[in-house]
């Protein structure tokens, strides 16, 4: 029994798509509703208008894991509120990115009009638009937009959180987000602005932002758990965790569970190896959690041991 709960919704297991993974077209949402040992359904960020997102070449395959510089390409967020609506197979989380705060709102407005009562998600951490920062490493714009969501927003909504690697930030931005009624928080985006170095060809391998762009897969894995512990040790008991970064075996599953996520998500591994990765990761956690005697995942949950 590998159910798990967050904010009001009951999953069946623990296993999410990553936002932006095969989640942005109809056919592809209609992929993830067919797909066997995913629990829920992330739609991609979506904005108030439609985006085409950056030029190509936008997503670079690595050994160690991947690059991307997609520059939010969406159909728009009716096209999403609609779909969400809509679906009956799974839960639905509501991925919404703004421009500026005040796309946020407006986009959130409409959401709280509608008929939706699933999880909404905020994302607070996209990388790759040029000229616009990651509102999350702003503690201070954090706040001030969080504010102004909770003054009318009432239903489900968590938010998306770019990667911390320092203690004090750690504390910082826990500090702001235990403030406000927030369903969960998922952690990490990509890491943001790496730069990968085709040697031969003496070039970068992604167009926009001159080859800087958000990494993923297994090279942060660490960063990813480390994010994840980080917030189950500040972030209020009811604040539910979406572990999201490095995944490509149920064992780092486990690890994700381990230090305290709710739920899980998998990105870069759903690109290298196609939807079956869902089955092939739960038969994996399944196998660990036998030989290790535990039932649930609430027998290991956040129950990582320190020397
Ligand atoms: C994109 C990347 C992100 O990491 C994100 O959170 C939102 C959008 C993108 O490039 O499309």
Known sequence: NLTTQLANVTFDGPLLNASGIHCQTSAELADLANTSNLAGIVTKSATLFPRKGNENPRYHDLPYGSINSMGLPNLGYPFYLDYVQQEKAKPTILSVAGLSADDVIEVLSDIQDSKYQGITELNLSCPNVPGKPQTAYDFVATRKVLERVFEFFTKPIGVKLPPYFDLVHFDQ?????????????????????????????????????????????????????????????????????????????????????????????????VIKEGLGVYDRLTQELEALMTEKGYERLADFRGQLREL
């Open 173 to 269: 931005i826990a500090a702001v987000l235990n403030d406000f009624p927030i369903t969960h928080v998922n952690t990490v985006n990509s890491v943001g602005n790496g730069l990968v170095v085709d040697v031969a060809k003496e070039q970068v391998v992604t167009k926009a932002k001159g080859g800087f762009g958000g990494l993923g897969g297994a090279m942060i894995l660490p960063t990813a758990l480390a994010n994840v512990r980080a917030l189950r040790q500040r972030l209020n008991d009811n604040i539910a965790i979406i572990g999201t970064g490095g995944v490509t075996t149920g064992a780092d599953v486990f690890a994700h569970i381990l230090c305290g996520a709710d739920m899980v998500s998998v990105g870069t591994q």
